[in-house]
């Protein structure tokens, strides 16, 4: 997840916190370095303070809403005391969830969870779509229970497609998403990532599932019925 806070004690306080409830936390310490870490692969979650300096934190909220690739990222907001009385401007800005300083490690990590498990991204660790499991705090996938060993790249693509299982993605949003906005990568980089993917997962008849969706791109579906 994604923590932009500019007061470095809380910053300190919150990425501990985080990192012992077993969180990987990215900081920045404005919304400028947020939008640029943001660039490239896309966290599963941001924690946004309200006050900033230059952009604040509403306004970062409602520019990733309006941006299609960041549209759906689950977001909460911190304010601070006094604030509150603009709490209902945060949900205008799109924002899930907002949390009032001061708060207690325990509430925000409880929220965090409450947040994740809406956005169908719960925070067990564990990707399952049909046979193929993906644990995503120790970085493993698996088939029928069978450990299978790829790539890191290929297992991020392969989370993103099963994060989203039928729906079907362009080239250029799996770059996007994958690798992020400021790599340049040519799209048939994805084919070959695709097929390594797909040898991986052959031997237990489970390469059907990464399907090409003719015309678009690809999909993980675990539905027989090809486009
Ligand atoms: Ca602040």
Not at 44 to 59: A, F
Not at 92 to 97: E, I, L
Not at 118 to 133: I, L, M, S, T
Request: hydrophobic fraction near 45%; proline fraction near 6%.
């Amino acid at each position: 997840m994604l923590l932009i806070e500019d007061e470095p004690e809380i910053r300190e306080m919150l990425c501990f916190s985080l990192g012992r409830a077993g969180f990987d936390v990215v900081e920045a310490a404005t919304a400028e370095q947020a939008l640029d870490i943001l660039d490239g692969p896309l966290p599963r979650l941001l924690i946004i303070d309200w006050m900033l300096p230059g952009m604040s934190g509403v306004e970062l909220a409602r520019r990733l809403r309006r941006d299609p690739l960041t549209a759906d990222l689950p977001m909460l907001m911190l304010t601070a005391r006094g604030e509150e009385h603009d709490k209902l401007k945060s949900f205008d800005a799109g924002v899930d969830d907002y949390l009032t300083k001061p708060f207690s490690p325990r509430e925000l990590v409880a929220r965090i969870r409450a947040l994740m498990r809406r956005a169908g991204n719960p925070e067990d660790g564990k990707v399952v779509v049909g046979p193929v499991e993906i644990d995503t705090n120790s970085h493993r996938l698996s088939v029928n229970g069978v450990p299978v060993h790829v790539g890191p790249t290929e297992l991020r693509l392969l989370e993103m497609l099963m994060r989203h299982p039928d729906r079907a993605f362009g080239r250029a949003q799996l770059l996007d998403r994958v690798w992020g906005r400021n790599v340049y990568v040519e799209e048939r980089t994805i084919d070959v990532h695709v097929l390594r993917l797909r040898k991986a997962l052959a031997p237990f008849g489970a390469d059907a599932h990464l399907q090409t969706v003719r015309g678009v791109g690809y999909r993980f579906s675990t539905s027989d019925v090809k486009a």
